[in-house]
Each structure stands twice: as C-alpha cells, then as structure tokens.
C-alpha cells in the first residue's frame, strides 16, 4: 500500500511539473513572438524614415528577447539580440538605412528561432 502512494505521489508530481514546464515554454515563444512583432514593426517604421519610432519598436521588441533569454538562449535568438541592438544604435545615430538592414536581419533571425520551436 506505501508503495502505491508514493508511485500516486510521485505521479501528481510529475504532471505539476510537466504543467510547469509547459506554462514556461508558452511564456517562452510569446515573448519570441512579441519581440517578432515590435521588430517588423521597427523595420516598418525604418522603411517611411522615421528612426525614432523605430527605436522604440526595437528597443520593446529587444526587451522581448531579453526576458526570453533568461529562460533559454538559442544561437538565432542571441543573433536576432545583437542584429537589434545594431540597428538601435544606427537608429539613434540617424542611420535609418542601416538600422533598418539590421532590423530585418533580426526578423529572420526571430523567424528561424520559432521555426526551429515549431512555431
């Protein structure tokens, strides 16, 4: 009968746990997804030349990416980070051309990190 507790105990545990991990994993790619989002907007915004706007869409969508970072970093992701953080300094320096290079360079990025989550 002990032995049977514990294997019903061990089960409810593991069943939180596998809820746990999949709550994670959906803050995970929505974060992702966000950061997708406030990018395509940046390049959106680079492309009718207004580099502040497109600051503020990648500096949100960067945010995105930080706080999925601190759950998993992945190669695409960590590129993604670096392309934006690229095309946030051109867009404050007044180089919308460039910035907005290395904002679509973020979006691909983005998008082969949610292909590769089946996303």
């Not at 593991?14 to 991990?21: E, I, N, Q, T």
């Not at 180089?95 to 949610?114: C, F, I, N, P, Q």
Request: no cysteine; aromatic share 4%; glycine share 8%.
């Amino acid at each position: 009968m002990n032995r049977i507790a514990i294997a019903v105990f061990l089960t409810i545990i593991l069943a939180w746990a596998g809820l746990g991990f999949a709550q994670i994993e959906a803050e995970y790619v929505k974060h992702i997804q966000e950061a997708r989002h406030h990018v395509t907007m940046a390049v959106a915004e680079g492309e009718k030349s207004d580099a502040t706007a497109l600051v503020q869409h990648a500096q949100t969508g960067l945010d995105h990416i930080r706080a999925a970072q601190k759950r998993k970093s992945l190669p695409d992701l960590d590129k993604a980070a670096q392309s934006l953080e690229d095309a946030i300094s051109q867009g404050q320096a007044g180089d919308v051309e460039k910035a907005t290079a290395r904002a679509k360079e973020s979006v691909g990025y983005l998008d082969a990190t949610l292909s590769g989550l089946g996303g």
